[in-house]
């Protein structure tokens, strides 16, 4: 995996030079762990068993590349199995309409299977789909669709994968494979409400082919830390990690979720001058953000910051969430260092930024939201692509190290008691 990754550009560019097919396996949009392991994992697949060796098999994160920092349980995954982010393939960096007008594009989608507007030209050059939800749409005669209702895509490539030649199949394809897994399915739990039964079997596939794989707890554990960590952020990276916008005919608020306590926030080094130029930079009049901890208990605490240099705006925001009683918030303010930020502590843990969206929405009047869908739960939240609207789960996921998480088990493996010297 980690040489077909790191050769993959290399391999685009001899093929544009040469006017030879380039075969881009690519996910959706929201470019999470399951649209990006399963682009890799198959293009990886692909590129090992085509009988068109001629054609560069090129996996396509659909991100620009700014992005991905924020993607921050897949930057942990795919660093610990030494996948070279540098060599990876983002949407800004592949001309995908020039390709296809020169007639060298060839598409296989996963995680999706509907591309949007802008992308409506590139519709014929779809030869494959592997997606886990219900088709929306039929496809041509000619395109292969696999659209099964399983918990996570990455199950759909696994399955594809260890259908073929054997020894495909390497140690961190399958690392990738099973994490990503693990991970949609809320660690196989039936509470959860997303595995099937293809699922586990795929699972105890890549356990049995690869018996040093990590633990299921803990892997699961760490991408949930990984998810959860912002330590290695900017503060305009943090605001936009969860991102939604409300819009109303004169204005658009910004609306974050922030996985930091509010004194932390408030510490951040040149906090202020982020704040102006994230809204500045964007045209957002003002901003709501909630910050989201746990205490020792792991039990949640919210906190809320409304920042706006409009003090009608900031006023009348404030006096909304204030007044609010479906749900009450249960605001206490809280000293703030500036006057064009308010904070509060939020006594109503269980109010979701979910819950306050409408509150915010129906005060400017606005259309709604952008951003994506409105999928905030209880911590831990609902993962990506949830076949549920609400995960059912109340066990917070405690503040820990991904990296402390990996090497405590390897310690403990190796017979090393816990705190001994490494």
Known sequence: ???FVEGSRAALQENIRHHREVHVVM??????????????????FLAKTSPAPKAAFIPVLNIPRADFALRTETTFLLREQGVPAASLVFRDEIDLGGL????????????????????????????????????????????????????????????RIAQGPPGVLDGPTAAL??????L???????????????????????????????????????????????????TEQMLRKDLKVLSSDELL??????????????????????????????GYAGLVAMTISFNERNEPARQLVVYS???????????????????????????????????????????????VLPVLRAALGGPGAAGGPEDEVVPPPTPM???VEECPLAQAVPPLCPQDVLERVSRIAAGQPPGSPK
């Open 184 to 234: 949609d399915c809320v660690n196989l739990s039936p509470a959860a409400g997303k595995v099937t039964p293809r699922d586990v079997a795929c699972v105890s596939l890549l356990e049995e082919r690869f018996p040093e794989l990590p633990a299921r707890d803990t892997i699961f554990q760490a991408l949930q830390a990984a998810k959860f960590d912002v330590s290695g952020l900017t």
């Open 177 to 182: 494979l099973h994490g990503t897994i693990l």
């Open 309 to 355: 240099r409009r003090e009608t705006l900031r006023s009348a925001v404030c006096r909304v969430l204030e007044e609010e009683t479906t749900p009450s918030l249960q605001l206490q303010p809280l000293a703030s260092p500036w006057s064009c930020v308010v904070t509060y502590v939020q006594g109503n843990a269980l109010a979701s930024r979910k819950k």
């Open 1 to 3: 995996m980690q040489r």
């Open 253 to 282: 608020l910004a609306v974050s979720a922030i996985y930091v306590d509010l004194e932390t926030f408030l510490r951040r080094p040149g906090l202020l001058p982020d704040l102006e130029g994230f809204c500045q930079a964007r």
């Open 385 to 387: 692509n949830s076949l």
């Open 100 to 159: 296809h007008r020169a007639g060298l594009l060839t598409l296989t989608l996963v995680d999706h299977h509907v591309l949007p507007g802008a992308d409506a030209a590139l519709e014929e050059a779809v030869v494959e789909v592997l997606d886990h939800r219900p088709l929306e749409r039929d496809r041509a005669p000619g395109c292969r669709v696999t659209a099964e209702p399983v918990g996570s895509c990455a199950t759909l490539v696994t399955e």
């Open 27 to 44: 996910g959706n949009e929201a470019c999470d762990l399951d649209s990006t392991v399963s682009a890799l994992a198959l293009a990886y």
